[in-house]
């Protein structure tokens, strides 16, 4: 199949499920993270609709991608059984699809999309993220500019699903226009039953940020669980001197 024909099948796809959005349950304004402890460091106690989600990590495999696949779950439970889907846009193929049925996502509910280029993969990100009928759309993504970040942005406030992003920790210097952005950094002293990962809101609209929260995620089945919550030693500081 080449490009045009990639393309094209993308969306159509997207359209088939954009024209049934008359049939579906309409989703409640904020939906959970999948994880009470994050969603009680977020003003509105979960991620409102159209919004972007950045992870930002320190190297790939640091399970990020389990933390986020939660909100997946708790986003598709938030829609009717025969409407919304979870996208995936695959650049660098590495998702394994059969991991994330295994954690409990209808394999019916999941559109996987690997583009050819870079350029192809933020073309699929926006159109998805503007189709009504998306839930949640994943995206791994390297350098990219303010104004495509800009339009994406746009694009999840239009669609009115979630946008989420898997960037590297050095995109913590520019500007944010997510509307969350969580750090991810694994956390040495792992368990037995899974890896331990500290998690710090750096940016919330609406919020201060700042706070941090210690969690044990399990790869095998996708649970989290929350180890110890940690205040963040500046404002710890502050809250000291005052």
């Not at 994050?38 to 990020?64: K, M, Y």
């Not at 926006?126 to 970040?149: D, F, H, K, Y």
């Not at 991810?184 to 037995?192: A, F, G, H, L, W």
């Amino acid at each position: 199949m080449n490009r045009h024909e990639i393309l094209q099948s993308l969306k159509l796809r997207l359209q088939q499920i954009s024209n049934t959005k008359s049939n579906a349950k309409s989703p409640i304004e904020v939906v959970s993270t999948g994880i009470p402890a994050l969603d009680a460091l977020l003003p509105q106690r979960g991620l409102s609709r159209g919004c972007i989600v950045e992870w930002l990590i320190s190297d790939v495999g640091t399970g990020a991608a389990t933390l986020a696949l939660s909100g997946v779950r708790a986003a598709l439970e938030d829609m009717s059984g025969k409407m919304g889907c979870w996208v995936v846009i695959d650049l660098q193929r590495q998702f394994f699809p059969p991991a994330a049925l295994g954690w409990g996502v209808p394999a019916g509910r999941l559109l996987l999309v690997q583009p050819t280029s870079e350029r192809d993969a933020a073309w699929a990100f926006e159109q998805a993220l503007r189709c009504p009928g998306v839930a949640v759309t994943w995206n791994w993504i390297g350098s990219v500019t303010e104004r495509m970040l800009q339009r994406w942005k746009v694009a999840a406030e239009a669609g009115g699903g979630q946008g989420v992003l898997f960037r590297s920790d050095r995109a913590l210097k520019q500007a944010a226009w997510a509307d969350v952005r969580w750090l991810v950094q694994p956390v040495p002293d792992q368990s037995e039953t899974g890896r331990r990962l500290r998690l710090k809101l750096v940016y919330c609209r609406g919020a201060l940020g700042g706070e941090q929260v210690e969690v044990e995620c399990n790869d095998e089945t996708g649970l989290v669980r929350v180890v110890t919550q940690l205040a963040d030693s500046a404002s710890s500081v502050s809250a000291a001197r005052a």
